[in-house]
């Protein structure tokens, strides 16, 4: 199965694809760690991933296909896997194909916003609420068309993240389960 999570900033990607990873036998593969990753390893392409990443800007397409595909391209022949992060553009998605089932995790901005400046731990920009809001205004902007390309495709699914995880959870499993 090959799952890919959209939604904004705060509305639980990664919290969700973890345990849908988990309970479908498939890797969970985060585009933000992967990207992370490249740059704390101090590569050439992390050193050109890192300004966008501090900013809070999308990564252009092809420094993210150069992150991403052998990762996704090893999970894809391992049978499946669920995608958080990717894809953010149309040229990504694009470049993904059409054997995905895709979850929009809807939420409403200002509850993104509010979960991504009260976390404990996690990402260093999201204590900052001008890098948080422009976040959020790139996810619609680059990210929300997705949803009207995937929904023409009949591979769209869309949950209320506004609820409880295990609540997202069992809607998400509820919705990949449907024949489609």
Do not use: C, F, W
């Amino acid at each position: 199965m090959r799952i890919v999570l959209l939604g904004a900033p705060g509305s639980g990607k990664g919290t969700l694809a973890g345990r849908l990873a988990g309970e479908l036998g498939v890797p969970h593969l985060s585009t933000g760690e992967l990207l992370r990753a490249e740059v704390a390893r101090n590569t050439d392409l992390g050193r050109r991933v890192a300004p966008y990443l501090e900013e809070g800007s999308l990564v252009p397409d092809d420094l993210t296909e150069a992150v991403v595909r052998p990762t996704l391209d090893r999970a894809r022949a391992g049978g499946g896997y669920v995608l958080d992060g990717y894809p953010r553009t149309i040229h990504q998605a694009r470049a993904l194909g059409d054997d995905v089932v895709v979850v929009h995790l809807a939420l409403p901005d200002e509850v993104a916003r509010g979960r991504l400046l009260s976390r404990d731990e996690g990402r260093a920009d999201d204590a900052d609420a001008a890098v948080v809001d422009h976040r959020i205004a790139v996810y619609h902007d680059e990210t929300a068309p997705l949803l009207d390309l995937y929904g023409r495709r009949g591979a769209l699914i869309t949950v209320d993240a506004d609820q409880p995880p295990d609540a997202v959870a069992t809607d998400v499993l509820a919705g990949v389960a449907r024949p489609r």
